[in-house]
DNA sequence: CGGTATCCCCTAAGATACTG
DNA sequence: CAGTATCTTAGGGGATACCG
């Protein structure tokens, strides 16, 4: 049963107990790790935003995602249903219907996801010219070592040519 | 220089173009994906949230966060610093002094942050409950069908010594 | 002190095949 | 249709060693 979370209880840890960013603790057992990790992953995000629209069966999500392999979908949607975002209701008809809706504890989640994609939106251009400014800088001292080792090279060259 | 976004411009694809959902996905070179997947990874929250409070140099973060490998504490910060979500000081002292700050940007994405710790905080019962009733439902599937296994085995076992 | 370079392992995700 | 089981591969991340 390629397990989710893992079985130790496990609080998060609160070594320090100074104050809460050690509550933001990256070790396992950690309830804010760990719904970020299902918010962050891969599909998760993408299944949430389009079940808010409207309840889905499997194969519509999987059309509607698009690359999302069968077994990371139906992985994707156990957890979510685990963590009671998502629902699972299977009608017993042939062929089998399985219907996924989110609950109004994912509905809540969604909201609160939906204003990190807000920030994203509002801060793209800023983020792209962040990276823009670090890869040039980054260019020009590659480009500079590379000058100082060329000199080096060429010092040394000269130093040895004139031994012989 | 291990890489860190695909160099390929690859902007959100938003090939279906009616709303904003195609804006989440999962494919390379989409914003949002990139920001959360920087937000997700096993240290960047936690940086944030230290240098958030005030500046800190390289040893004093490699201190406070216990368990990060110098490697990783580096690539972290890069990725951060890229961003422009951190900064990055060097004095030119000996021995040399560096001093990673949290920029306005990065402050604000903080802001964000913390409402989906919040989330988290106010939801983590139900959380639990739900996977404690998911772990409950499944445990009683399972035990069903290695009943079921059992009278299938006993059924054979009973046809097969009837044969002989 | 504040890194980078190298090696290596292990897990997460993809491809493929099979089932109720 | 809606999955699970199995195999394989890529890369995230730790340990270690070395450099400015």
Redesign the interface.
């Known amino acids: 049963?390629e397990d989710g979370?893992s079985p130790t209880p496990g609080y998060c840890a609160d070594t320090d107990a100074d104050y809460d960013?050690a509550?933001?603790?990256?070790?396992e057992g950690c309830?804010?790790r760990q719904?970020?990790?299902r918010?962050?992953?891969?599909?998760s995000?993408?299944v949430i935003?389009?079940l808010e629209?409207r309840t889905l069966r499997f194969t519509e999500l999987r059309r509607e995602?698009d690359?999302?392999s069968q077994r990371m979908l139906a992985r994707t949607l156990r957890h979510l249903?685990?963590?009671?975002?998502v629902s699972r209701t299977v009608y017993a008809t042939v062929p089998p219907r399985v219907e996924y809706r989110l609950t109004d504890?994912g509905g809540?989640?969604h909201e609160?996801?939906k204003?990190?994609?807000t920030?994203?939106?509002a801060?793209?251009s800023?983020?792209?010219?962040?990276?823009a400014?670090?890869?040039r800088r980054?260019a020009a001292e590659q480009a500079d070592a590379e000058r100082a080792a060329a000199e080096r090279d060429r010092i040394a060259r000269d130093v040895l040519s004139g031994r012989r």
């Open positions: 049963m979370t960013v509550q933001w603790d990256a070790r309830e804010v719904i970020l990790d918010v962050a992953d891969k599909w995000l993408l935003a389009l629209r995602i690359g999302v249903e685990r963590d009671g975002l504890l809540t989640l609160t996801i204003s990190l994609v920030w994203t939106e801060h793209q800023e983020i792209a010219g962040a990276r400014a670090y890869d980054a």
